[in-house]
Structures are given as structure tokens and as C-alpha cells.
């Protein structure tokens, strides 16, 4: 049963330019949760999406930032133009959908994205 | 306001030491799930014990126990005999309902295991 997945694992990207980041839940689950880790920080929540619907953005950064998670194909992390400040690693879960409620989260790899 | 704070920024011990990592969480809900994630060098994340608030057994997994005390809002982690491979940063993380169970994690206890 193959775990989270995320690609690519290391992205490098000059200032102004987008980044994508994929993620594909665990077989069954249908729950994906982006999280974003600053260096030497802790994992910081950034949305909460199922099929075709962002359930909180709370976390997500007003400007620049968007997510999609299609009824078809994996979850997708879209930052555009970039800057330093967006140097980090980002972690996507997902959890099951029959028991939702306080579900544990598996998490992928990881995508290391670094801004020059 | 929910909050995990992790006051451990980095121990260090010799292998086969025993060492416990603590978690102290600020909820205002009744029903939460607390969580004990491994992030070692590689740096993935590994799921390692889910506790719900109504229940506060303790838990034990071969070398890893757990100590849950509603009383003082902790969630203690014990590594017994650690060894070289514990050597990893870890996380606590609390969620709970009406809030799209979102994690709240603490900032982290990097543990270096010694040979």
C-alpha cells in the first residue's frame, strides 16, 4: 500500500517565477493537508482540501498562494512568483474518509523548495 | 487559543540512556486527538502514537512509552535504552473537532543519541 507521495522532492526556482508542488494521498484517503516547514521550525498549517473543495485556507498566505485538489489527479501547491521567504520545506497528509474525526494525518516526503 | 509547546529545544544522551521528551498542550475543547511524529535526518515525517482526550492509558510500544495526564495537559514521550537510530527531531501536535482537525505542532525536541 503505497504511503503519501509528493514530487518533485528538491525544487529550485529564481525569484518571480511559479512553483507546483504534487501531492497524491494514500490509496482511500480523500482528506489532503499542506503544511509548510520553516528551517529549523516546526510544521506550520497552510489548507485543508477534499475532491474539488478547500474546506479552510486559514493557514494559507492571502497573496501569491493557491491549492486545488481535482476530482482527477493529485493535489497541487501553486506559488507564484516567488521570493526568499518562500524557501522551505512543504509537507502535504492525508487522512481516511470514513473516519475523519480526528484521523491520523500520514505524511509524504516532502518537497524542498529553495528560492535563489 | 490551542497551542503545543515543546520546551526541549535539544538533548543530548549517551546510547542505552533513557530519555523522555515533553509535551505541554493549551486547549479550550474537550474532545482532542494528540499526536508524536519522528522526523529524522532524511527528513520525512513518521506517524508514531495517536491518543484521544478520553483516554488516558498510558501506551507502551517495544522501547517507546507514552505518558497522557489530562491534570497537567501533558503528553510525555519515553525512549528506554535509546539507541544511535532514535537520533531524529520530534514532533507533538494536537488537533481537535470543529477545526478541521488541523495539526498544531510544537516546535520540535532534536534528540542526539551518542555512541
Known amino acids: 500500500n503505497a504511503g503519501v507521495m509528493q514530487n518533485p522532492r528538491h525544487l529550485v526556482r529564481r525569484r518571480g517565477q511559479e512553483a507546483r508542488l504534487r501531492c497524491s494521498p494514500m490509496k482511500g484517503h480523500s482528506h489532503v493537508y499542506w503544511y509548510r516547514q520553516l528551517p529549523e521550525e516546526g510544521l506550520k498549517f497552510m489548507v485543508y482540501l477534499q475532491k474539488e473543495n478547500i474546506i479552510d485556507e486559514s493557514g494559507m498566505p492571502k497573496e501569491r498562494f493557491s491549492a486545488e485538489f481535482p476530482k482527477e489527479g493529485p493535489s497541487i501547491l501553486r506559488i507564484q512568483q516567488v521570493v526568499r521567504g518562500d524557501s522551505a520545506a512543504y509537507f502535504c497528509?492525508?487522512?481516511?474518509?470514513?473516519?475523519?474525526?480526528?484521523?491520523?494525518?500520514?505524511f509524504g516526503p516532502g518537497t524542498r523548495l529553495t528560492v535563489l | 487559543a490551542q497551542k503545543v509547546t515543546q520546551a526541549q529545544t535539544e538533548i543530548s544522551v549517551v546510547e542505552k540512556e533513557d530519555v523522555t521528551l515533553d509535551c505541554v498542550y493549551e486547549?479550550?475543547?474537550?474532545?482532542?486527538?494528540l499526536f508524536w511524529y519522528k522526523q529524522p535526518p532524511s527528513g520525512e515525517l513518521v506517524f508514531l502514537i495517536r491518543?484521544?482526550?478520553?483516554?488516558?492509558q498510558n501506551e507502551i510500544s517495544g522501547r517507546y512509552s507514552w505518558n497522557f495526564q489530562k491534570s497537567t495537559s501533558s503528553f510525555n514521550f519515553t525512549i528506554t535504552a535509546s539507541q544511535v537510530v532514535d537520533s531524529a527531531v520530534y514532533f507533538c501536535a494536537l488537533t481537535w473537532m470543529d477545526s478541521s482537525y488541523k495539526l498544531i505542532f510544537g516546535s520540535g525536541t532534536r534528540l542526539l543519541v551518542r555512541p
Open positions: 497528509a492525508s487522512s481516511h474518509e470514513r473516519t475523519h474525526s480526528g484521523d491520523t494525518q500520514y
Open positions: 491518543r484521544n482526550s478520553f483516554d488516558e
Open positions: 486547549t479550550r475543547d474537550t474532545t482532542y486527538y
